[in-house]
């Protein structure tokens, strides 16, 4: 394992320990709405804070983006992107699917990349060139020859319910292609579960960078293909992702592209 994802993955089991600290005593949090349907905990708070404590000890220099601090100021070649609990709605509810995502960008180009789970401590990693990994074994994404007899992952437009009919339409679309359509409630374990072929494919309107930065590299990493909904590596400016095997990503996109409106083709 590269010295760089050590540090990462020891920042993620930091941010675990937390995590798992409270998670029978969630009516005892502190719960914010940041917006509609987007929730924040001190959980969140705490863990983002112990990710962030472990990077700065090894790398002071580089910048850090974090979904609950923003912005923090370093080297700009090098910036970490941070989501501390993906799948906030899901922890907070108890239901056992959310995960720490940490990635670091050298140049806008992803290099390397945890996904951690701390409830069933399963462990994502992946270097650039050095493949990917669920803890220590090789992964790689599923030889699926397209759409047919797949398992697709997705997630609901919950926080930008404007999308809501749209999404729909593209559901309605992949529904009678698949064998099966699962929303589980965090992207970084979808990526994940698409890079370790537990999923044959994923989709989703409207996600955010530190949803998917790890993701991304945990994809490419296994064989795969990720892009937004016009099959480009514009997703963090357009927030739509799309991703699989080559065939089931074409196939995927040839499925969505003819229901989605004119801000989704852009």
């Known amino acids: 394992m590269h010295p760089t994802v050590n540090i990462a993955v020891r ?7 937390v995590i798992l600290r409270y998670h029978n005593q969630i009516d005892l949090l502190t ?8 929730f924040v905990s001190e959980v969140d708070k705490a863990a983002e804070y112990a990710i962030i404590n472990e990077i700065k000890k090894a790398f002071p220099e580089h910048s850090i983006l974090a979904e609950e601090g923003g912005q923090i100021l370093g080297d700009e070649k090098f910036q970490w992107i941070v989501d501390p609990l993906d799948g906030t709605t899901n922890y907070l509810h108890g239901f056992p699917q959310y995960a720490i995502s940490i990635a670091l960008y050298e140049n806008k180009i992803p290099c390397h990349a945890v996904v951690y ?4 401590e399963e462990l994502f990693t992946a270097s650039k060139g050095e493949g990917a990994f669920l803890n220590d074994e090789r992964m790689r994404v599923t030889n699926s020859r397209g759409l047919e007899n797949t398992l697709i992952g997705t997630g609901f437009p919950f926080k930008h319910p404007q999308h809501l009919d749209c999404y729909l339409a593209t559901f309605k679309a992949i529904h009678p292609k698949v064998s099966g359509i699962r929303r589980a409630g965090s992207a970084a374990l979808d990526l994940a579960y698409v890079a370790a072929g537990r999923l044959d494919g994923f989709w989703e309107i409207g996600l955010n960078s530190w949803d998917i930065a790890a993701g991304v590299l945990l994809i490419k990493e296994s064989g795969g293909f990720i892009g937004d909904f016009s099959g480009r590596d514009m997703y963090f400016e357009t927030g739509n992702v799309v991703a699989g095997n080559t065939d089931v990503f074409k196939e995927l996109l040839k499925t969505i592209h003819p229901h989605l409106s004119e801000e989704l083709q852009k």
Request: charged share 35%; net charge negative; aromatic share 6%.
């Open 31 to 38: 719960i914010e709405n940041k917006a509609a349907n987007d």
């Open 11 to 17: 920042a993620a089991r930091a941010a675990g320990d």
């Open 117 to 120: 789970d701390p409830f069933k």
